[in-house]
């Protein structure tokens, strides 16, 4: 068994090895300890916790030094200072425990930074249209979010559910049918999650070859962007976030209304395959749970207006659609905010941690409007006790947290 998945930074540990940190970063570290701290059973109880190394901390220092020099003073950076110090740390943190050498971590921070403000902020900001296919030359966007986010994966203790949904879900597509996974949404790095899981399997192939639906977030967001870039996407702004300015309402309306003509010219040339979130946004935690007990998240409900949007498009493409639930649990490797904001740049934190899917049964695409609402619910359920397995499997192998409070 491994040890515990969250972990602690030691100052101790590393003033015995002669680092000097500057007092802004210690700061920093402290709040990623004392949110740590909170998440964990009270003490005595809690298990063994990770040290960081002095070796990493070290590296990490001189990433966070540089970064910071590269920004515009504090008061004009926009918040970015503070955003881009806890997330270099957090990152920082779970890749020493994945054992990635800390130069390697460096170089990957570099980039995700290099590459945010180069293509996700400024005048040369990429702007994505109501559809966009990954970019794998002359760079490739794809390969480098796999890259960054696979080393906080605990691959050993992940698990795969569903293994023959998934091979009839891909033979489907393989003959030319189209399928839509309707799943729940977690992490920052979902897309990233699910591939791992399909490479895991062996379908890196078909994994390149899916589509995401993406919200405004992860195609204005400075960080997200380039992670977006190397991702097959259609573009939509989710009713979470679409009345959040008045006056760009019917603009974006607009913008969905193209999303989905392209979605149905895609499923009339058949083979597609796509990922979409009914819930409109990510799980959060329960705010309200027990302090210091294991935190509760409940999946959001599906959005039936949504499902049954997919259903229409996929019986006026006159092509053979397909929808499975797909239940995700992959919360502790990037937890969002606890409440929903429309505002880009959130803070964001990194965890080591397993990961699991589950593809349930094909729910058949049958029934006319009076049978709405029990799709999506037979949809929800379904995904809510794949859930609830990767939940369990995981917990056979490593102490994990994550379950849905019931």
Known sequence: MRRPFLMATSTTAVAGAGVTISPKTVA????????VMAGLPEEGK????VTI???????????????????????????????????ITEYFTACDMSGEPPEATAEKVFSAVKFGFEYG???NK?????????????????????????????QENSVVLGKENLKTAFKQINDGENVVFLANHQSEADAQVFTNMLEKEGFSDEAAHIRYVAGHKVTTDTLAVPFSMGRNLLCIHSKKHIDSD?????????????????????????????WVA?????????????????????????????????????????????????????????????????????????????????????????????????????????????????????????????????
């Open 121 to 123: 902020s400024g005048p």
């Open 246 to 274: 008045p006056d760009t309402k019917s603009a974006k309306q607009r913008q969905n209304l193209q999303t989905m003509s392209a979605m149905l010219r895609m499923f009339r040339s058949g083979g597609t395959s796509i």
């Open 278 to 406: 009914p819930s409109g946004g990510r799980d959060r935690r329960d705010v309200n749970c027990i302090p210091g007990a294991p935190p509760s998240i409940p999946i959001a409900p599906f959005d039936s207006k949504t499902v049954d949007m997919f259903r229409l498009l996929g019986n006026k493409s006159k092509v053979p659609t397909h929808f499975y639930p797909l239940a995700m649990v992959s919360y502790e490797l990037c937890p969002p905010p606890d409440r929903t904001e429309a505002a880009v740049g959130e803070e964001r934190n990194v965890r080591y941690t397993p990961v699991g899917i589950m593809v349930l049964p094909e729910i058949p695409n049958s029934g006319g409007l009076e049978g709405r609402h029990a799709f999506t619910e037979h949809a929800f359920k379904e995904t809510q006790m794949g859930y609830d397995k990767c939940v369990e499997e995981i917990q056979k192998m490593v102490p994990f947290r994550c379950g849905d409070g019931e």
């Open 53 to 87: 190394s002095p070796k990493t901390v070290a590296v990490m220092e001189g990433v966070i030094g540089k970064v910071m020099a590269g920004l515009p003073e504090e008061g004009k950076d926009g918040g970015m200072r503070n955003a881009l110090s806890y997330f």
């Open 28 to 35: 920093v570290m402290e709040g990623v300890i004392g949110k």
């Open 46 to 49: 809690e298990g063994a916790c």
């Open 126 to 154: 990429y702007t994505f249209g109501v559809t966009h296919d990954a970019i794998r030359e002359p760079f490739d966007f794809y390969k480098w979010g796999m890259e960054f986010w696979n080393p906080t994966i605990d």
